[in-house]
């Protein structure tokens, strides 16, 4: 099983960035998928998450601004980011979830936002 973020870069405060999660291996549509990122200096921290029947679920940090969802014939998770602010700089990783002792990480994707 393999995860591919993609999607990161540098973005001005206010400004949106769409990531994307490229999943091999496994078929996506049966199973939980998350965000999770990385600030400086912080502990990695969940942000958003789908499960298999569609429905979302989000961080109150990020509540409103990000939108989470996913193409089951491309296999493929997203995060929508709008209204971005400098204090969303991290790193982010998409997180697929086989079971409760096992689950994969993508390599993660920069994003920085800063004017």
């Known amino acids: 099983v393999q995860l591919q973020a993609s999607g990161g870069g540098l973005v001005q405060p206010g400004g949106t960035l769409r990531l994307s999660c490229a999943v091999t291996g496994r078929r996506i549509s049966t199973k939980f998928m998350g965000w999770y990122r990385q600030r400086p200096g912080k502990e990695r921290e969940w942000v958003a998450r789908?499960?298999?029947?569609?429905?979302?679920d989000y961080a109150d940090s990020v509540k409103g601004r990000f939108t989470v969802s996913r193409d089951n014939a491309k296999n493929t998770l997203y995060l929508q980011m709008n209204s971005l602010k400098p204090d969303d700089t991290a790193i982010y990783y998409c997180n697929l979830v086989i079971s409760h002792n096992l689950d994969y990480w993508g390599k993660g994707t920069q994003v920085t936002v800063s004017s």
């Open positions: 789908i499960i298999p029947n569609g429905s979302t």
